[in-house]
């Protein structure tokens, strides 16, 4: 190994360090009372190393989401590229999201909420490039299984690329609504798998012919 792979390697084996420590601040501190402080001792680190890696707490923030939508897009491609029937595509992309929600609960809460925050617009363009194209692909992969189904006659005509936003957004308002639920009523039954089934149920029988 050279000298140059070594320090490609520590440099992402310390950006790997730096987003655990920030992850278990942001889970038990939250956003607003989290500081790069935090996360520094968190991480064993100085303050100042956190800013070689990342440009502030907003761009460190966005950067947990990464691996969610990369997790989403490995999943749906999973979904796309199987020889399914209409009903077994949707229980297949139902089960995606599943998979997803399960793999990192909070994080995407966190992403669902920069959805509409305007904290995008402080972090690196290279960063929201990122984010942009991968969401990009995940919408295009859910269009593309609405498409088929809808060019062979077993969904209703409608377009694909609006039908997938749907989706999607029946997918988020469902997580965030059960979980300010939670909050507001500070109970701790959790409905959120339960009503989520039910709203695709619906959906299901909604987009099929």
Do not use: C
């Amino acid at each position: 190994m050279g000298i140059q792979e070594r320090k490609e390697r520590e440099k992402e084996r310390r950006r790997q360090q730096i987003m655990v420590a920030a992850r278990r601040v942001f889970s038990k501190n939250g956003f607003n009372r989290a500081t790069m402080e935090d996360i520094a001792k968190e991480a064993e680190l100085s303050p100042g190393t956190l800013y070689l890696y990342f440009k502030n707490k907003d761009e460190l923030y966005v950067s947990l989401s990464l691996r969610i939508l990369q997790y989403l897009l490995i999943r749906l491609e999973h979904v796309k590229n199987k020889s399914l029937k209409p009903e077994e595509s949707l229980v297949a992309l139902q089960e995606a999201m599943f998979d997803v929600y399960d793999f990192d609960p909070m994080i995407l809460i966190n992403l669902f909420h920069l959805q509409s925050s305007v904290t995008l617009k402080s972090i690196s363009p290279e960063l929201l490039s990122q984010i942009k194209s991968l969401s990009q692909r995940s919408f295009s992969i859910i269009a593309y299984i609405m498409a088929k189904n809808i060019k062979y006659g077993s969904f209703i005509d409608q377009h694909p690329m609006a039908v997938a936003n749907i989706y999607w957004s029946l997918f988020s308002g469902v997580i965030l609504w059960e979980t300010s639920k939670k909050i507001i009523n500070n109970n701790d039954k959790d409905y959120l798998k339960k009503t989520l089934k039910k709203a695709f149920e619906i959906f299901n029988r909604g987009i099929l012919k």
